[in-house]
């Protein structure tokens, strides 16, 4: 499984970005898909995860109502739209997926609110 994260940048607070991960390989029985981030000096966090069949969803605290996790399945893709960002949003984001007991990184891109 290979996965390209897109969509990161620079942005003002209360501004928006849409986070693209695109999915290929054997991608075949893949349970869940998230997004994950990591803050400088931080440890990586779980923001969000979807899951395959019911895409069942579930946010951490800090970004309920401000972020949407969903999948295209005819795309192979998974997105991430953050509204109403703040500074302490800013961090590497990066999209997991998990298939069989296994997880899938890809590269991480960068997403920075400024105050």
């Known amino acids: 499984v290979q996965l390209v994260e897109s969509g990161g940048g620079l942005v003002q607070t209360g501004g928006s970005l849409r986070l693209s991960c695109a999915a290929s390989g054997s991608i075949f029985s893949i349970n869940t898909m998230g997004w994950y981030r990591q803050a400088p000096g931080k440890q990586r966090e779980l923001v969000a995860f979807?899951?395959?069949?019911?895409?069942?969803?579930n946010y951490t605290d800090s970004v309920k109502g401000r972020f949407t996790i969903s999948r295209d399945y005819v795309k192979n893709t998974m997105y991430l739209q953050m509204n109403s960002l703040k500074p302490e949003d800013t961090a590497v984001y990066y999209c997991?997926?998990?298939?069989?007991?296994?997880?899938?990184w890809g590269q991480g891109t960068q997403v920075t609110v400024s105050s």
């Open positions: 997991n997926a998990v298939k069989l007991g296994y997880n899938y």
């Open positions: 979807i899951t395959s069949g019911r895409s069942t969803t």
